[in-house]
T-cell receptor, first 114, second 115 residues
């Protein structure tokens, strides 16, 4: 069935460099996407979101890009810090079974090297 | 900002017993709550969706008689794992959403270990 997925399961990045995490989705009807950060033993933490009527949104040190043509979502983290080490999930807000529900991608583990 | 409190954070129980997990929205009315299960190094898998005052809607493959969900008020939902078995050991996470379809707030999760 349709699902949200991530291209790479792991990403190792040097402290201070920029990180790019990718996500592919397959439901062209989805209108809202969210990036979450999850640290070990904790619940997902909201990072940034974007609606389908936008192609770019910026936050503090983070940028989300949405390419609806190829159904691709990315998260860019500027000047990656050790505290950015975590698992990152993209989530897609889909309407099914009479309600909107989030579907999560497989996750990318980001490790920041000092 | 919106806050969801989930308790307990960790629980160990014996096989055959039942365990209740609570999820509370502290500063908003959660018209819809979601329960997820997450196995180690895997993603979050939606188990069920509940609307206040209604029966929960379970995802395919999730046993509704084993995972009892109650959403009796706009601020509280509970998940009860009945007759727990070691294979039910997992990380359970709740999420709450208010009246719009875009604001999701997650709890901190419950680590369940069945021995």
């Amino acid at each position: 069935g349709e699902s949200v997925g991530l291209h790479l399961p792991t990403l190792s990045v040097q402290e201070g460099d920029n990180s790019i995490i990718n996500c592919a989705y397959s439901n062209s009807a989805s209108d809202y996407f969210i990036w979450y950060k999850q640290e070990s033993g904790k619940g997902p933490q909201f990072i940034i979101d974007i609606r389908s009527n936008m192609d770019k949104r910026q936050g503090q040190r983070v940028t989300v890009l949405l390419n609806k043509t190829v159904k691709h979502l990315s998260l860019q983290i500027a000047a990656t810090q050790p505290g950015d080490s975590a698992v990152y999930f993209c989530a897609e807000n889909r309407f099914r079974s009479n309600d909107y529900k989030l579907s999560f991608g497989a996750g990318t583990t980001v490790t920041v090297r000092a | 900002g919106a806050v969801v409190s989930q308790h307990p954070s960790r629980v160990i129980c014996k096989s055959g017993t039942s365990v209740k997990i609570e999820c509370r929205s502290l500063d908003f009315q959660a018209t819809t709550m979601f329960w997820y299960r997450q196995f180690p190094k895997q993603s979050l898998m939606l188990m069920a969706t509940s609307n206040e005052g209604s029966k929960a809607t379970y995802e395919q493959g999730v046993e509704k008689d084993k995972f009892l969900i109650n959403h009796a008020s706009l601020t509280l939902s509970t998940l009860t794992v009945t007759s727990a078995h070691p294979e039910d050991s997992s990380f359970y996470i709740c999420s709450a959403r208010g009246r719009n379809n875009y604001g999701y707030t997650f709890g901190s999760g419950t680590r369940l270990t069945v021995v």
